[in-house]
Antibody
Framework: QVQLQESGPGLVKPSETLSLTCTVS??????????WSWIRQPAGKGLEWIGY???????NYIPSLKSRVTISVDTSKNQFSLRLSSVTAADTAMYYC??????????WGQGTLVTVSS | EIVMTQSPATLSVSPGERVTLSCRAS??????LAWYQHKRGQPPRLLFY???TRAAGVPARFSGSGSGTEFTLTISSLQSEDFAVYYC?????????FGQGTKVEIK
């Protein structure tokens, strides 16, 4: 059974880069047909699918974040990562990683809270 | 961007009751609609895709229906473990978008 676990700093300063890693167990990020996604949810707000990447390098990002976001897959570590540059308080959220097929998401990680504050 | 609107925002229900949750899309998404269940302290869980196809392990008391712009998630007899927030998500267009969620709470 595939499981995912997010990790990374819980506090990031404004204008800096948010970096999170998702470690995959029970499966391989190199498995064909899967895309590896990041989703976020600010407190009291809805879910936002940030984007996804495949092990072969295919990526797709939400237009509102496209200029600041990078999702990449590291097959050697069986992980994938999220980088979001020039963060502001509006980027404070619970961040989830998930496996998907570019359409639906399953399974998800437990989520990690990231706060942007000086 | 397709806007997904869920109603009601909160539903207070007693165990054993039948529950109907609604999801509306701002434009047609065909049957490209998924439902997720999110319990406190747990990751969201996929319940349905294709509007009405149950994901693995989802109990038969859950059913999904609809197409185009109107969708429904029904729980035939609410169990204690079903108290959660339910989200719909369209995957007809990019960006994929979620509804704001319906919280099913104990009455």
């Amino acid at each position: 059974q595939v499981q995912l676990q997010e990790s990374g700093p819980g506090l990031v300063k404004p204008s800096e880069t948010l970096s999170l890693t998702c470690t995959v167990s029970g499966g391989s990020v190199s498995s064909g047909g899967f895309y590896w996604s990041w989703i976020r949810q600010p407190a009291g707000k809805g879910l936002e699918w940030i984007g996804y990447a495949s092990y072969s390098g295919t990526t797709n990002y939400i237009p509102s974040l496209k200029s600041r976001v990078t999702i990449s897959v590291d097959t050697s570590k069986n992980q994938f990562s999220l980088r979001l540059s020039s963060v502001t308080a509006a980027d404070t959220a619970m961040y989830y990683c998930a496996r998907g097929n570019s359409r639906i998401l399953s399974p998800w990680g437990q989520g990690t809270l990231v706060t942007v504050s000086s | 961007e397709i806007v997904m609107t869920q109603s009601p925002a909160t539903l207070s229900v007693s165990p054993g009751e039948r529950v109907t949750l609604s999801c509306r899309a701002s434009q047609s998404v065909s049957s490209n609609l998924a439902w997720y269940q999110h319990k406190r302290g747990q990751p969201p869980r996929l319940l349905f895709y294709g509007a009405s196809t149950r994901a693995a392990g989802v109990p038969a008391r859950f059913s999904g229906s609809g197409s185009g712009t109107e969708f429904t998630l029904t729980i035939s007899s609410l169990q204690s473990e079903d108290f959660a927030v339910y989200y719909c998500q369209q995957y007809n267009n990019w960006p994929r978008t979620f509804g704001q969620g319906t919280k099913v709470e104990i009455k």
